[in-house]
């Protein structure tokens, strides 16, 4: 079991900057690749950003060069450096754990943090 909270969320001006964060807890080491999702009122959850072992970084497109996914071992938190900020991005973000114990693979959520861009 994994239990995963986010936080930094906010509101923010357009062209500004948050630092999301998702600290990690319980069976840490079976994770193998963590991400970030979000969901804009009235549409489908959308995929953001994966930090797969190994460190390999992969991008939505539309937040590739804006966005910045980071892991801190150390502490078990992942976070999310969210730069030039648009309206767009307005939306709750997730955070989702991907964990391989034995030949299972299993999927944790965290329960998501608010986002607003707006001037």
């Known amino acids: 079991q994994v239990q995963l909270v986010e936080s930094g969320g906010g509101l923010v001006q357009p062209g500004g900057s948050l630092r999301l964060s998702c600290a990690a807890s319980g069976s840490i080491l079976s994770i193998k690749s963590m991400h970030w999702y979000r969901q804009a009122p009235g549409k489908q959850r959308e995929w953001v950003a994966t930090?797969?072992?190994?460190?390999?970084?992969n991008y939505a497109d539309s937040v590739k060069g804006r966005f910045t996914f980071s892991g801190d071992n150390a502490v078990n938190t992942a976070s999310l450096q969210m730069n030039s900020l648009k309206p767009d991005d307005t939306a709750v973000y997730f955070c989702?754990?991907?964990?391989?114990?034995?030949?299972?693979?299993?999927?944790?959520w965290g329960q998501g943090t608010q986002v607003t861009v707006s001037s």
């Open positions: 989702k754990a991907i964990t391989l114990v034995g030949a299972t693979i299993s999927d944790y």
């Open positions: 930090i797969a072992s190994g460190g390999i970084r």
